[in-house]
């Protein structure tokens, strides 16, 4: 019998399913909910036990993972399921939700008899499916301590934060940071073309000179240079430029919030909404320099 705790895992989608899936290989007994039959069916290949509701899910488990789309799903799930679980069960939740929300959740987890984390991931669903994830948790030393071992399953990095929401607010700051420098990178590719570069000659300079960075390096924006790189499948997710638009709006409201100058992430939570209203939510977050490329051309010609 396995003296490892029992897992349930609920939101088994592209993220979530991966997750799990590495959990059931470590010998986890997991029970895994989603309301999505495609995700179910994905799920019970992958080894789980698939309950009916939510509810069934946490009934016996000493661990509950969520990984849901926002923090409003989160909360009104944890409404629903913390009077079921066992006392003293540790929620992890791994969405990518607003800190506010993610305090909230966990006083309610705190407040019903059960511990809590928030653990939000970045690898997107590579490093979901690779067990490569990083781990931004907060919480308790205590409770980092006793989800740290499943945490490593999942990922390859894991940090302990400090307290709750902390683990999201780092998660904010992260893609703030990775939204910029898309758009930087992705503006410097189309300026580099416009000046008679080739990307592959920019990639070779830049990769390994001041401008060296993750948008570059790991997911260049142009095919070619990197044939891992989205840009090389026609920009299918890696990470959906959908996600990108939530998270650097849950960035944005914080800067609002918190008065912090002097825009940049403001502007690139602009941009990534425009791109993802105008129907290109289902592509890659890099595919971001295609819209520059097009409406720099779209700008010239009309000053012609």
Known sequence: MSTLPSVAFLGLGHMGGPMAANLVKAGYEVTGYDPVPAAQEQAFKDGLSVADTAIAAVADADVVITMLPNGRLVIDLYDEILPVAKTGTLFIDSSTIDVADAKTAAKKAHGAGH????????GGVAGAAAGTLAFMVGGSEADFASAHPLLDVMG?????????????AAKICNNMILGISMIAVSEAFVLGEKLGLTNQA????????????W?????????????????????????AAALMDKDLGLASNALRANGVEDGLGLRAAEIYHRFNTEGNGGLD?????NDIRTRSQESRESKQ
Do not use: W
């Open 115 to 122: 511990r809590a984390i928030d653990a939000p991931v970045s």
């Open 202 to 213: 920019l990639f070779d300079v830049a990769s390994n000179a001041s401008g060296q960075c």
């Open 215 to 239: 948008s570059l390096t790991s997911y260049c924006p142009v095919p070619g240079p990197l044939p891992t790189s989205p840009a090389n499948n026609d920009y299918q997710p890696g990470f």
């Open 285 to 289: 977050f890099s595919a971001i320099v």
């Open 156 to 168: 390859a990095k894991v940090v302990h934060c400090g307290g709750s929401g902390v683990g999201q």
